[in-house]
């Protein structure tokens, strides 16, 4: 990969002590819990996330939350289940008969499957019925969070134009 003078002095740029802002690549180490405090995922012990801000990439709950912080805060942030993976949605559930997943090796409860635009989880096999949920395995739960925010950088031109982070932490094309 070739970059241009300006794209090479902002990956190379030190840290900012600005806040979070709009078009910010923003790097984040954190733990994600439900409300019985079970860890749900965690970026412990492996690499950190990093995220365009402003830009839709992580939750949105969490990323009105971060906006305006710096490098080096740590944080608590509750994110009510509306503004994480929604409200659960009775009428994203539905039964199909087990003939419409022919061809689906090893069907079984808890397996993901990806619809015409919409993954959907298998929550129960009964006979020819099988239980699809299009809800998010996480909605209709609130989110718990512990974060600190490890960098805070300019983006590059390359990196909003696609709308997300390139390089460490985030896509790779």
Same mark, same amino acid.
């Not at 998010?136 to 983006?155: C, K, M, S, W, Y």
């Given at each position: ?24 690549? &923003? ?12 860890? $749900? ?12 801000? /402003?830009?839709?990439? $992580? $939750? ?32 994203? &559930?539905?039964?199909?008969? !087990? ?6 090796? %090893?069907?079984?409860? /808890? ?13 129960? $096999? ?8 299009? %809800?998010?395995?996480?909605? /209709? ?11 805070? !950088? ?20």
């Amino acid at each position: 990969m070739v970059f241009c003078a300006a794209q090479l002095a902002q990956l190379f740029a030190p840290e900012r002590t600005m806040a979070i802002a709009h078009n910010d690549v &923003v790097t984040i180490h954190y733990t994600l819990k439900d409300d019985s405090d079970k860890v $749900i995922d965690s970026s412990a012990g492996g690499e950190p996330l990093a995220y365009l801000h /402003g830009h839709g990439n $992580i $939750i949105p709950g969490l990323e009105r939350e971060l906006a305006g912080k710096n490098v080096g805060d740590r944080l608590k942030v509750r994110v009510p289940a509306a503004e994480g993976y929604g409200e659960y949605d009775r009428a994203l &559930v539905q039964k199909v008969p !087990r003939r419409a997943l022919k061809g689906i090796a %090893n069907l079984r409860v /808890g397996l993901r499957l990806q619809a015409a635009h919409q993954a959907v989880t298998v929550t129960r $096999i009964a006979g020819d019925l099988v239980t699809l949920d299009g %809800n998010h395995p996480l909605a /209709g739960q609130n989110l718990n969070f512990d974060v600190e925010i490890t960098a805070v !950088r300019a983006a590059t031109e390359e990196e909003l134009t696609h709308g997300h982070v390139h390089g460490a932490g985030g896509h790779h094309h």
